[in-house]
């Protein structure tokens, strides 16, 4: 629930959102949640994490005094389309454009921009790949991390569980 970079802020304020400061910041707010989740459900160690993770974000959603009682279920729906929106842009693969560039132009047609500039593009990739690598780290920080041994494929690990 980490407030967006001001500067993250101004820049999308100009180059995508015609001006609108706090539409910008909400863009931010929603891809940050959204990714939070995302990660969380696709590496987390426990098929659970995914749920809990998902649960205390979409209450912290729900109370969030950043919005208006009468404007959470608005609020909630737009991070639903976002959410899915991202989350399908991570579970496709496409050979001619990156997971960080589709991500990128994701950001800005929900900022109301359909045409940003290959450099713009360039930058809200990399923002958004530090947002994602932040996710991870964070998940990681909370839940810990996969201790495998070496010369084990983790898939190999997976069966001799199962059984």
Not at 66 to 86: C, G, H, W
Not at 91 to 109: I, K, M, N, Q, V
Not at 125 to 145: I, K, N, P
Request: proline content about 4%.
């Amino acid at each position: 629930m980490a407030e967006p970079d001001e500067t993250d802020v101004r820049w999308l304020t100009e180059r995508g959102t015609g001006g609108d400061a706090d539409h910008a910041r909400w863009e931010w707010r929603y891809a940050r949640r959204a990714f939070a989740v995302l990660v969380a459900q696709r590496d987390a160690l426990d098929d659970r994490t995914g749920s809990l993770v998902a649960a205390a974000v979409a209450s912290a959603v729900a109370r969030d005094p950043l919005v208006a009682s009468a404007k959470r279920p608005m609020a909630a729906r737009q991070f639903n389309d976002r959410l899915a929106a991202y989350g399908e842009v991570l579970r496709t693969r496409h050979p001619a454009t990156s997971t960080s560039e589709r991500l990128a132009r994701a950001l800005f047609s929900f900022a109301g921009q359909g045409d940003p500039s290959a450099a713009d593009v360039a930058r809200a990739s990399t923002a958004l790949s530090a947002m994602l690598a932040d996710a991870h780290e964070t998940l990681r920080g909370q839940f810990g991390t996969a201790d495998l041994p070496e010369d084990i494929a983790p898939s190999a690990v997976v069966r001799a569980v199962r059984r």
